[in-house]
């Protein structure tokens, strides 16, 4: 009785892989909507303190960054010591490049962006605030007034 | 009659998909950038000096700390827990105290004529402190401040301050100023 006889039993049947590209798909385009590319590369370590209050910022095309940490790299380390640095784009700057840089990235601003202008300010925790207070003078004397202090969200900052 | 076209080949689909997919992993960062906004205020003149020295003593909370990370309000050693209170009840003087600050008439709207705390922080640090502390200091005067804000929003809108619509949010914003006031490094040299 061929006519009924049982499917070849044993041998798992293929599972198959035609959703696999629907599914790849879904992925990607989750990681397309929640990417942003990295600014700048680091040069500095910077861990950012923790707080509670913070809030997030809005249009990142408006926003410059500052970063404030030690050299990053025992190479790095031997030529610009391992004392807090400053970094302005992808290289290390000193205060007084500060105004150039926010020159710079005015100029780069559309006209009616200008007023929005927001400086982020990523230093390390243990930067001391010397360094963040010299950064504030300068960014004053090139009016830009609008700063962020870069923060993680922490539950509590009591200990 | 057209030749049938024959059927592209789906099946290499996936590695382009996986191919962007790495691309997307090895680029992206997830943090999203977040912090305590704040305005500083604009450069130094001759004007603004004048009005500082109009400010009663009774008006101003000086939080001050040092280069070891210790913090003091009005030149009584504090812990950073009790900072918060302080700063509300600054703010509030919900028993008219002579010590804390008087308040000054203003028009804002959804209240009318009312007063408002004429109090300012005024905060300063070494610059021997950390910027954790710092931020530590800074984030608990803007706990304190959006807290009262909270308050007031419940007592007088029924709503969470987070929840009202801008205008509000605004009236609010008027009525408890997060008045903070920072040192000119000048001063801060002098200590």
Redo the contacts between chains.
């Keep these: 009785m061929s006519r009924f006889k049982k499917k070849k039993s044993g041998g798992v049947p293929a599972i198959s892989t035609s959703s696999l590209p629907d599914i790849i798909y879904m992925l990607l385009f989750f990681f397309m909507v929640s990417t942003t590319m990295k600014e700048s590369t680091l040069l500095v370590k910077v861990k950012a303190p923790g707080a509670t209050e913070v809030k997030k910022l809005e249009k990142k095309s408006l926003v410059s960054y500052i970063y404030v940490g030690v050299p990053l790299g025992a190479k790095n380390q031997a030529i610009f010591g391992t004392e807090p640095r400053i970094q302005l784009n992808d290289s290390y700057a000193k205060v007084e490049d500060i105004r150039d840089f926010i020159a710079a990235e005015r100029e780069s601003m559309d006209e009616s962006d200008r007023p929005f202008m927001t400086t982020s300010i990523k230093a390390d925790e243990t930067v001391k605030m010397g360094v963040v207070v010299d950064i504030k003078q300068a960014l004053r004397k090139a009016s830009a007034l609008k700063i962020n202090y870069s923060s993680r969200k922490v539950t509590s900052v009591l200990k | 009659m057209p030749r049938p076209v024959p059927e592209v080949n ?1 099946s290499s ?2 590695d382009i ?2 191919m ?2 790495i691309f ?2 090895v ?4 943090d ?13 003149d001759e004007s603004t000096k004048n009005e500082d020295q109009d400010i009663h003593q009774r008006n101003i909370l000086e939080v001050l700390v040092n280069r070891s990370d210790k913090l003091s309000v009005e030149g009584r050693r504090t812990d ?2 009790q900072l918060k209170d302080k700063v509300k009840e600054f703010f509030l003087n919900p028993n008219n105290d002579p010590d804390l600050p008087e308040r000054r008439e203003a028009e804002i709207p959804y209240y009318g004529l009312t007063t408002v705390s004429k109090g300012v922080i005024s905060l300063m ?8 502390m ?3 200091v ?3 005067i ?2 304190a401040v ?1 807290e009262l804000r909270n308050e007031e929003a419940i007592s007088k809108f029924g709503k969470p301050y987070e929840s009202l619509d801008e205008d509000k949010q605004r009236a609010i914003k008027k009525y408890l100023p997060n008045a903070v006031s920072e040192a000119e ?1 000048e001063e ?1 040299k002098a200590e």
Excluded: C, H
């Design positions: 789906s689909q996936a998909a996986f962007l997919l997307f992993l680029t992206t960062t997830m999203v950038d977040s912090g305590i906004s704040r305005v500083l205020p604009p450069p130094a950073l827990s640090n070494d610059r021997g402190t950390s910027y954790g710092y931020i530590k800074q984030n608990e803007a706990r959006n490094p801060i």
